[in-house]
C-alpha cells in the first residue's frame, strides 16, 4: 500500500494558484502541473491537463499487466489527446492565447514506477538516504548546460532559467520523457513543481525526507520551507512511500 501526501500553496509572491495536482490512489496514478499563461489561462491550462488526464485513464483502464511498450504508447496518447484539449482552447479564445503546462505523472505497478514528463516539473527518488532526480527538465537552460555552454551553477541564476522548452498545449504536437525504474520498499518518491525546488536545494529536500516519515507531513514540511525560503512561484508536491 502506497501512503501519500500532498500540498499546494500559493507562495508569497503570486496572486493565485497556476499549479494543479491530481491523485488516482486506486489506480496508482499520481499528477503535477504548473501552467504558464497571463490572466487566468496558466490555471485553467494545469487544470484542463489533470483533469484531462484523469478523465482519460478512467475511461481506459489499465490492467497492470501492460509491457513497457504499451505503456509508453498508452501515455503517448494520453499526452496527444490533452495537448489537443489544451491547445484548441488556447486557440479559442485570445485571452487564453498561448496558454500552456508542464505535466509529470507516476504509475506505480507493483514493484516499477513509470514516469511521464513534459516541462520542467520534477520526479524525485529519495533512498536510503541518497536523492536522485528521475526526470530531466525540459528548459533552455538545461539544453546549455548539457550542450557545455554554461555551468550548472551558472543556471541556478541564468535570466532565463524558467523558459521551457516543451510543454502541454504549446504546440500542436507533443513530445514527452518516459522513465521506468524498480521500486524498493521505503522508498519516497516526490513529484513537484518549480516552485519547490526553485527554494529547496535538493539537500534540504533530501534531509526532511530522511527525517519525516509521514507523506502529509513531509508535503506540507517541503511546502512551508519553499516558502521561508521566499516563496516566489506557487509550490505543489505530492510525496510517495513505496
Do not use: W
Request: net charge negative; charged share 25%; hydrophobic share 35%.
Amino acid at each position: 500500500m502506497t501512503q501519500i501526501g500532498f500540498k499546494t500553496d500559493k507562495g508569497r509572491k503570486r496572486g493565485r494558484n497556476e499549479d494543479s495536482l491530481f491523485v488516482m490512489p486506486k489506480e496508482e496514478i499520481y499528477i503535477v502541473a504548473d501552467g504558464v499563461g497571463g490572466q487566468n489561462s496558466g490555471e485553467l491550462a494545469s487544470t484542463m491537463a489533470v483533469k484531462g488526464i484523469a478523465e482519460y485513464i478512467k475511461s481506459n483502464l489499465l490492467q497492470g499487466s501492460e509491457s513497457e511498450e504499451e505503456l509508453q504508447n498508452y501515455f503517448l496518447d494520453c499526452m496527444r489527446l490533452v495537448n489537443g484539449l489544451i491547445y484548441e482552447a488556447a486557440k479559442q479564445s485570445p485571452e487564453n492565447s498561448g496558454m500552456a503546462t508542464t505535466a509529470v505523472l507516476v504509475y506505480l505497478n507493483k514493484r516499477t514506477a513509470y514516469f511521464v514528463n513534459i516541462g520542467d516539473s520534477r520526479a524525485y527518488l529519495y533512498r536510503s538516504g541518497q536523492i536522485s532526480q528521475v526526470t530531466e527538465d525540459h528548459t533552455y537552460v538545461n539544453e546549455l548546460v548539457k550542450g557545455g555552454s554554461i555551468t550548472r551553477a551558472q543556471a541556478e541564476t541564468h535570466p532565463q532559467k524558467n523558459m521551457i522548452t516543451r510543454a502541454l498545449g504549446g504546440d500542436d504536437k507533443v513530445l514527452p520523457d518516459f522513465y521506468r525504474l524498480e521500486t524498493n520498499k521505503e522508498d519516497v518518491i516526490i513529484l513537484c513543481t518549480d516552485g519547490l525546488y526553485g527554494e529547496v536545494t535538493t539537500g534540504e529536500i533530501c534531509s526532511l525526507a530522511a527525517e519525516i516519515s509521514s507523506m502529509s507531513t513531509l508535503s506540507a514540511k517541503l511546502a512551508e520551507r519553499a516558502n521561508e525560503n521566499g516563496g516566489h512561484d506557487n509550490i505543489t508536491v505530492i510525496c510517495l512511500k513505496i
